[in-house]
Protein backbone atom coordinates (compact mmCIF):
# COMPACT_ATOMS: atom_id res chain seq x y z
CA UNK A 1 0.00 0.00 0.00
CA UNK A 2 1.21 3.63 -0.45
CA UNK A 3 1.74 5.41 2.99
CA UNK A 4 2.30 8.59 0.88
CA UNK A 5 -1.90 10.26 1.18
CA UNK A 6 -1.14 9.08 4.99
CA UNK A 7 1.99 10.87 5.07
CA UNK A 8 0.76 13.92 3.92
CA UNK A 9 -2.42 14.18 5.90
CA UNK A 10 -0.33 14.02 8.85
CA UNK A 11 1.72 16.54 8.29
CA UNK A 12 -1.17 18.54 7.41
CA UNK A 13 -2.11 18.07 10.76
CA UNK A 14 1.08 19.01 12.48
CA UNK A 15 1.42 22.67 12.66
CA UNK A 16 4.61 25.07 12.86
CA UNK A 17 4.36 28.18 14.38
CA UNK A 18 5.61 30.85 12.28
CA UNK A 19 4.52 34.36 13.50
CA UNK A 20 3.89 34.47 17.51
CA UNK A 21 1.34 36.34 18.91
CA UNK A 22 3.06 39.68 20.09
CA UNK A 23 4.57 39.95 16.05
CA UNK A 24 1.03 39.00 14.93
CA UNK A 25 -0.48 42.11 16.97
CA UNK A 26 2.31 44.30 16.29
CA UNK A 27 1.95 43.53 12.10
CA UNK A 28 -1.78 44.00 11.95
CA UNK A 29 -1.56 47.10 14.93
CA UNK A 30 1.03 48.70 12.35
CA UNK A 31 -1.49 47.66 9.38
CA UNK A 32 -4.00 49.61 11.01
CA UNK A 33 -2.97 52.94 11.70
CA UNK A 34 -0.76 53.07 8.18
CA UNK A 35 -4.05 52.83 7.12
CA UNK A 36 -5.39 55.38 9.01
CA UNK A 37 -2.95 57.85 8.22
CA UNK A 38 -3.26 57.28 4.31
CA UNK A 39 -6.61 57.43 4.68
CA UNK A 40 -6.40 61.21 6.60
CA UNK A 41 -3.69 62.17 4.65
CA UNK A 42 -4.65 61.85 0.99
CA UNK A 43 -8.52 61.81 1.19
CA UNK A 44 -8.69 65.33 1.93
CA UNK A 45 -6.32 65.94 -1.12
CA UNK A 46 -9.01 63.99 -3.07
CA UNK A 47 -11.68 66.94 -1.61
CA UNK A 48 -13.06 64.94 0.91
CA UNK A 49 -13.42 67.19 3.64
CA UNK A 50 -13.53 66.61 7.42
CA UNK A 51 -11.38 67.39 10.82
CA UNK A 52 -8.56 65.07 10.06
CA UNK A 53 -5.15 66.06 11.80
CA UNK A 54 -6.29 64.81 15.37
CA UNK A 55 -6.74 61.41 13.82
CA UNK A 56 -3.96 61.53 11.80
CA UNK A 57 -1.19 62.83 14.67
CA UNK A 58 -2.62 59.92 17.31
CA UNK A 59 -2.16 57.34 14.78
CA UNK A 60 1.26 58.62 13.93
CA UNK A 61 1.96 58.74 17.54
CA UNK A 62 0.77 55.30 18.02
CA UNK A 63 2.57 54.03 14.71
CA UNK A 64 5.94 55.59 16.44
CA UNK A 65 5.79 54.02 20.08
CA UNK A 66 4.68 50.30 18.81
CA UNK A 67 7.60 50.65 16.34
CA UNK A 68 9.46 51.35 19.08
CA UNK A 69 8.18 48.33 20.91
CA UNK A 70 8.95 46.40 17.96
CA UNK A 71 12.41 47.09 17.53
CA UNK A 72 13.25 46.97 21.62
CA UNK A 73 11.37 43.29 20.83
CA UNK A 74 13.75 42.40 17.69
CA UNK A 75 16.57 43.35 19.85
CA UNK A 76 15.93 41.51 22.66
CA UNK A 77 13.81 38.47 22.08
CA UNK A 78 13.30 37.54 18.67
CA UNK A 79 15.87 36.02 16.21
CA UNK A 80 17.52 39.01 14.30
CA UNK A 81 19.74 36.22 12.15
CA UNK A 82 16.51 35.65 10.31
CA UNK A 83 16.03 38.82 8.90
CA UNK A 84 19.94 39.27 7.57
CA UNK A 85 20.79 39.14 4.25
CA UNK A 86 23.29 37.15 2.79
CA UNK A 87 25.40 35.44 -0.47
CA UNK A 88 22.79 32.57 0.21
CA UNK A 89 19.68 34.90 -0.44
CA UNK A 90 21.50 36.14 -3.12
CA UNK A 91 22.35 32.32 -4.72
CA UNK A 92 18.86 31.11 -3.90
CA UNK A 93 17.30 34.53 -5.95
CA UNK A 94 19.72 34.02 -9.01
CA UNK A 95 18.25 30.29 -8.79
CA UNK A 96 15.17 31.45 -9.18
CA UNK A 97 15.83 33.71 -11.72
CA UNK A 98 16.76 31.11 -13.97
CA UNK A 99 14.28 28.72 -12.81
CA UNK A 100 11.35 31.36 -13.88
CA UNK A 101 13.15 32.23 -17.37
CA UNK A 102 13.57 28.50 -18.11
CA UNK A 103 17.48 28.87 -18.45
CA UNK A 104 17.62 25.98 -15.62
CA UNK A 105 16.31 22.96 -14.93
CA UNK A 106 17.33 22.95 -11.29
CA UNK A 107 14.59 24.38 -9.22
CA UNK A 108 15.87 26.95 -6.35
CA UNK A 109 16.97 25.78 -2.81
CA UNK A 110 14.45 26.36 -0.66
CA UNK A 111 15.05 29.62 1.74
CA UNK A 112 15.38 29.83 5.04
CA UNK A 113 12.31 31.50 7.37
CA UNK A 114 12.19 34.97 4.95
CA UNK A 115 13.29 34.49 1.64
CA UNK A 116 15.22 37.60 -0.48
CA UNK A 117 12.36 39.04 -1.52
CA UNK A 118 10.49 39.04 2.27
CA UNK A 119 13.62 40.46 3.57
CA UNK A 120 13.98 43.48 1.05
CA UNK A 121 10.51 44.40 1.65
CA UNK A 122 10.97 44.35 5.68
CA UNK A 123 14.35 46.62 5.58
CA UNK A 124 12.38 49.16 2.87
CA UNK A 125 9.58 49.44 4.82
CA UNK A 126 11.55 49.72 8.09
CA UNK A 127 13.63 52.86 6.40
CA UNK A 128 10.01 54.52 5.10
CA UNK A 129 8.43 54.14 8.40
CA UNK A 130 11.49 55.47 10.24
CA UNK A 131 11.48 58.36 7.62
CA UNK A 132 7.91 59.04 8.50
CA UNK A 133 7.59 58.76 11.77
CA UNK A 134 10.73 60.66 12.64
CA UNK A 135 9.50 63.83 10.14
CA UNK A 136 5.94 63.61 11.20
CA UNK A 137 7.28 64.07 14.79
CA UNK A 138 8.95 67.11 14.11
CA UNK A 139 5.76 68.24 12.15
CA UNK A 140 3.59 67.74 15.48
CA UNK A 141 5.22 71.17 16.61
CA UNK A 142 3.29 72.94 14.21
CA UNK A 143 -0.18 71.83 15.88
CA UNK A 144 -1.90 72.55 18.98
CA UNK A 145 -2.34 69.29 21.08
CA UNK A 146 -3.52 69.06 24.98
CA UNK A 147 0.04 68.19 25.73
CA UNK A 148 1.75 71.68 24.07
CA UNK A 149 1.20 74.52 22.00
CA UNK A 150 2.07 74.94 18.59
CA UNK A 151 5.63 76.22 17.50
CA UNK A 152 5.65 76.77 13.90
CA UNK A 153 9.39 78.60 14.06
CA UNK A 154 11.14 75.91 15.53
CA UNK A 155 12.60 75.58 11.51
CA UNK A 156 13.02 77.95 8.62
CA UNK A 157 11.23 78.21 6.25
CA UNK A 158 13.32 76.44 3.82
CA UNK A 159 14.31 73.39 6.54
CA UNK A 160 10.33 72.96 7.07
CA UNK A 161 9.85 72.23 3.34
CA UNK A 162 12.92 69.76 3.34
CA UNK A 163 11.14 68.35 6.21
CA UNK A 164 7.16 67.86 4.07
CA UNK A 165 8.94 66.83 0.71
CA UNK A 166 10.94 63.95 3.04
CA UNK A 167 7.22 63.14 4.62
CA UNK A 168 5.29 63.20 1.29
CA UNK A 169 7.60 61.11 -0.73
CA UNK A 170 7.51 58.38 2.08
CA UNK A 171 3.94 58.55 2.26
CA UNK A 172 3.87 58.14 -1.42
CA UNK A 173 6.64 55.26 -0.82
CA UNK A 174 4.01 53.24 1.81
CA UNK A 175 1.36 53.60 -0.22
CA UNK A 176 3.10 51.90 -3.18
CA UNK A 177 4.27 49.54 -1.06
CA UNK A 178 0.98 48.73 0.77
CA UNK A 179 -0.64 48.15 -2.67
CA UNK A 180 2.13 45.75 -3.57
CA UNK A 181 2.38 43.87 -0.25
CA UNK A 182 -1.92 43.75 -0.25
CA UNK A 183 -1.30 42.08 -3.44
CA UNK A 184 0.81 39.44 -3.17
CA UNK A 185 -0.77 38.65 0.13
CA UNK A 186 -3.92 37.36 -1.89
CA UNK A 187 -2.53 35.82 -4.46
CA UNK A 188 -3.30 32.12 -4.25
CA UNK A 189 -0.40 30.54 -3.94
CA UNK A 190 0.43 32.74 -1.17
CA UNK A 191 -2.67 32.44 1.21
CA UNK A 192 -0.44 29.99 3.54
CA UNK A 193 1.69 32.81 4.29
CA UNK A 194 -1.25 35.03 4.82
CA UNK A 195 -2.81 32.59 7.09
CA UNK A 196 -0.16 32.12 9.22
CA UNK A 197 0.02 36.26 9.79
CA UNK A 198 -3.87 35.64 11.08
CA UNK A 199 -3.52 32.28 13.18
CA UNK A 200 0.28 31.98 13.53
CA UNK A 201 0.84 29.13 12.43
CA UNK A 202 1.53 26.86 8.74
CA UNK A 203 1.51 22.95 8.46
CA UNK A 204 4.48 20.38 8.20
CA UNK A 205 3.90 19.98 5.04
CA UNK A 206 3.78 23.80 4.05
CA UNK A 207 7.29 23.76 6.47
CA UNK A 208 8.54 20.82 4.44
CA UNK A 209 7.40 21.92 1.00
CA UNK A 210 8.72 25.85 1.04
CA UNK A 211 11.47 26.20 3.68
CA UNK A 212 14.83 24.72 4.74
CA UNK A 213 15.02 22.83 7.54
CA UNK A 214 18.73 23.60 8.09
CA UNK A 215 18.40 27.61 7.55
CA UNK A 216 15.11 27.32 9.84
CA UNK A 217 15.67 24.90 12.60
CA UNK A 218 12.24 24.67 14.28
CA UNK A 219 11.69 23.21 18.00
CA UNK A 220 8.92 21.67 18.14
CA UNK A 221 6.10 20.73 16.07
CA UNK A 222 3.01 22.81 18.10
CA UNK A 223 -0.45 24.40 17.67
CA UNK A 224 0.19 27.36 19.67
Same mark, same amino acid.
Given at each position: MNSQPTQNTEDNAKKVVRH??????????? &??????????????? &??????? @?????? &? +??????????HIVRALIW???? &???????????????????????KQPPDRPGKYPLLQKLYHHG???? @????? +?????????IDTPFWQRNPYMLSAENWGYIYVLHDLASMAVLALLMIHIYFAIRPEKLWITRSMILGWITNQE?????????WVIETDKSK
Open positions: KLPDRIYHWTM &ALTVIVLLVTAFLPI &AGLKFPW @VTVHWI &A +GVILGVIVFIQERA &AMNIGLSDIKHALQAFKWVLRTSIAVI @VLVLI +GTGGVMLAKYKDNHDPDA
